[in-house]
């Protein structure tokens, strides 16, 4: 394809750099997707064809509001460019879309879609010919492998707090609160690192989110391996993540990873982009989701401080236990003790000598509240009510540090039987609680 006059044709990619300071028509593949900037109303995405095999070509879109940027549904579809100029930023050839001089079209990169815009600038124009253009580059699609234009990808394994990192992963949910923050769920398969308890808080939070999901969301989600939380404030994020949807496997470029009260999460930065993910790598998360609770073994990890009354019973994972399929039933699980309520052990013990202390239980996959009752926290514990001292040093070592208010923790992996049950007849799902039974703490 050569520059012409002839508005129905294209230049290739590859020639752009032959045309600086012209203006040319584009056709191109969606394979990376920044967020608007709101200051100068503009945003870049960066775009593939049959004749480009580098990493993409960057072009930067301006326009007199927000809402005339493009609105991207998926990374993968296609975009047509009429009268961009070419132009150096950087020292990078781009392709820059003034609104009052160029025109844009997008279009679905689904080989089976009609040929029409989704979106449009109000001055483009849709040509016959186009159509053939587009039909030839989905089918391109179909079967070419696109170059990675980035160095590498970090598992959620190891990741580490206060640094950015590149992440492939799937989309497993999209949430809002009643702030009007928006919450990106994502998996990759892999367990993030535990993190210490760095922080004193009267009460630890069960998940990122102000509230833990319903029990019909979270049987969406995998039971093994961790799911991040990706926080997005801004207006800007939140209009580019509009094209984000559950299932999709998407590469975050430049994210951010924190830690809140133990809980890893994830936020975007000025530089964070989205791109394409080949399908290849999105057959081969399938298999992985697939043989992950068959893999997973954790029984070996635990630190031995506890035993237990059922050592034939598999391990389970706490995401396992909390979109089981019964309100009761009994499990076991390998977890770690993050805190203990009340913390004074001289309360552990109610006006009739009952034992109660509820405790927050995380393992890689999500945290619970569960109880110990009764005679049950008499025999975690194993020693005589009025034995503070004992008591202490016990709840101690569950808990990570030499006293219970201490930080940082690091509390370790110990194994546990569960079991669940409800408060409420007419609401089991609703009032279904956990606790803990036929678990003890071995002396040392």
């Known amino acids: 394809m050569e520059i012409t006059r002839d508005d129905y044709k294209f230049l290739r990619i590859e020639d752009t750099f032959k045309a600086l300071h012209l203006h040319v028509n584009l056709i191109g593949i969606i394979v990376e997707l920044g967020f608007p900037n709101s200051s100068d109303c503009s945003c870049t995405m960066k775009i593939v064809d049959p004749w480009h095999l580098g990493s993409g070509l960057p072009v930067k879109f301006f326009a007199r509001t927000i809402q005339a940027l493009p609105r991207v549904d998926s990374i993968g579809d296609i975009v047509l460019l009429s009268r961009v100029k070419i132009v150096l930023v950087n020292r990078k050839i781009t392709a820059l879309c003034n609104e009052t001089s160029s025109s844009f079209g997008l279009f679905s990169g689904n080989y089976e879609d009609d040929c029409i815009a989704y979106q449009s600038s109000h ?42 990192s590149n992440l492939s992963s799937q989309i497993v949910h999209i949430s809002k609160d009643d702030k009007d923050r928006m919450y990106i769920f994502v998996w990759d398969g892999t367990e993030m690192p535990p993190c210490n308890i760095v922080v004193k808080s009267e009460r630890f939070r069960l998940c990122v989110e102000p509230e833990m999901l319903p029990i019909y969301v979270l049987r969406n989600f995998p039971t093994c391996g961790s799911v991040l939380r990706i926080i997005v404030e ?60 068959s893999r997973w073994n954790p029984g070996p990890l635990h630190s031995g401080i506890t035993g237990v009354a059922h050592e034939d019973a598999p391990f389970v994972t706490l995401m396992d236990i909390l979109t089981y399929h019964n309100v009761t039933a009994k499990f076991k699980c390998v977890v770690r003790f993050i805190q203990g309520y009340p913390q004074d052990v001289r309360k552990f013990h109610d006006s009739n000598g009952n034992f109660r202390l509820l405790a927050i239980l995380e393992d890689p996959t999500a945290r619970i509240c569960a109880s110990l009752y009764a005679d049950e926290g008499d025999k975690f514990f194993g020693c005589d009510q009025s034995d503070e001292e004992a008591l202490v040093k016990k709840l101690n070592r569950l808990l990570g540090g030499e006293e219970m208010k201490e930080v940082p923790r690091n509390p370790p992996w110990v194994q546990c039987c569960l079991f669940s049950f409800y408060t409420n007849k007419m609401d089991p799902w609703g009032s279904r609680r956990f606790r803990i039974f036929d678990t003890w703490i071995i002396d040392p």
């Open 123 to 164: 001055k483009f124009q849709m040509r016959e010919q186009d159509k053939n253009f587009l039909s030839f580059l989905r089918e391109w699609m179909i079967t070419h492998c696109f170059e990675d234009g980035s160095c590498c990808f970090t598992s959620l394994k190891d990741i580490k707090e206060g640094e950015c």
């Open 234 to 293: 801004k207006v800007s994020e939140k209009q580019a993540i509009h094209c984000l949807q559950p299932g999709q496997h998407v590469k975050f470029l430049n994210l951010f990873f924190q830690v809140n009260m133990g809980l890893w999460n994830a936020i975007f930065t000025p530089s964070t982009k989205m791109q394409y993910t080949m399908s290849t790598e999105i057959e081969a998360f399938r298999p992985q989701r697939e043989n992950l609770s």
